[in-house]
Nanobody, 120 residues
Framework: QVQLVESGGGLMQPGGSLRLSCAAS????????MGWYRQIPGKERDMVATITRRGNINYGDSVKGRFTISRDNAESTVYLQMNSLKLEDTAVYYC??????????????WGQGTQVTVSS
């Protein structure tokens, strides 16, 4: 069974940087999408960044130009480099992986989340 574990969250001042990592405890085959989502209290969980199987990347409008998503060669870890952090980036960040090329084989994996707090 695959489990996702996030790390790298914490407290940072505005303008600072953090790098989040999401490690899979088990090997994931046929990855469709890897990504990061975040949830602010009172708000719905929003997409931050995703990277598709072929490497296409999408970012949420609020993080474009500041955040960078990447993955290792083995696709066992996905990263989120967060630069120029703003107060509005404060949220719980969740790692997500979607795998499977058929309806029957599609699986959705979520990490438990890691808190990112940006405060002066």
């Amino acid at each position: 069974q695959v489990q996702l574990v996030e790390s790298g969250g914490g407290l940072m001042q505005p303008g600072g940087s953090l790098r989040l990592s999401c490690a899979a405890s088990g090997r994931i085959f046929d990855i469709v999408t890897m990504g990061w989502y975040r949830q602010i209290p009172g708000k719905e969980r929003d997409m931050v960044a995703t990277i598709t199987r072929r490497g296409n990347i999408n970012y949420g409008d609020s993080v474009k130009g500041r955040f960078t998503i990447s993955r290792d060669n083995a696709e066992s870890t996905v990263y989120l480099q967060m630069n120029s952090l703003k107060l509005e980036d404060t949220a719980v960040y969740y790692c997500n992986v979607v795998s499977g090329f058929t309806v029957e084989s599609t699986r959705y994996y979520w990490g438990q989340g890691t808190q990112v707090t940006v405060s002066s």
